[in-house]
């Protein structure tokens, strides 16, 4: 008498549960709502000094889209928007006064009215790409607590870039590109660039991401 095959828990994979595979309508879709909150934070950004709150809202809703795999609804965003004023509006001030200095710093050294000449512009440009990649990670971690904890934030970005110095550099690559390229494109194809890049500081932060800062 032959011997009764052992049962075993192993179920062969059905067809229906195997998942799809992306197709180029999902990655138009994608990119096509890439481009829409760039769009947004440049109509949000209009004001100037709104650019840090908008930032914020955008990286908010980017988290949220990366973790339930949905965009948030624009009451929730217009909260966050509301919520990020207060301490958004001296956080871009001072980012746009350290912008103007370092602009002004560079075109100096490119016109040469400042002495250095090409080592003293590499150097200076380097500089600015190291800090543009702070500040998109800065914006990031700010993102996972719905648009808040500015100062929280900057203190631990800045307290765990040197432990991950892969991350920093790669992004300071992706501002620099985005700059880079910022100034090559038409001026229309500017906040597509914004909101590509922001989405990449994501993907590239999801691999060794910074704690989220308490909000402030």
């Known amino acids: ?22 197709d180029w309508r999902d990655t138009l879709r994608e990119a096509t709502d890439l481009a829409l909150l760039g769009f947004a934070v440049a109509l ?3 004001p100037v000094l709104t650019l840090a709150p908008a930032v914020a809202t955008a990286s908010a809703a980017l988290h949220d889209r990366s973790v339930t795999g949905a965009w948030p609804d624009a009451r929730t965003s217009l909260t966050r928007f509301g919520r990020a004023l207060p301490a958004g509006l001296a956080v871009s001030a001072v980012a746009l006064a350290a912008a103007a200095l370092l602009a002004a710093d560079l075109l100096a050294l490119t016109t040469g009215r400042v002495p250095g000449g090409g080592p003293a512009l590499a150097l200076t440009a380097v500089v600015v790409a190291v800090l543009l990649g702070y500040a998109g990670l800065v914006a990031v971690a700010v993102g996972r607590t719905g648009g808040r ?13 040197p432990q991950r110095p892969g991350t920093w550099a790669a992004a300071s690559g992706v501002c620099a590109l985005a700059v880079v390229l910022g100034v090559l ?16 500081l994501h993907a590239l932060d999801a691999r060794h991401p910074v704690p989220a800062p308490e909000p402030s």
């Open 1 to 22: 008498m032959s011997a009764v095959p052992a049962h075993t828990d192993a179920v062969p994979a059905h067809p229906d549960t195997v998942p799809a595979r992306a």
């Open 44 to 46: 949000a950004a209009l």
């Open 149 to 161: 904890g500015w100062r929280t934030a900057a203190l631990e970005v800045a307290r765990t870039c």
């Open 185 to 200: 494109v038409t001026p229309v194809a500017v906040p597509i660039l914004g909101g590509y890049a922001l989405a990449a």
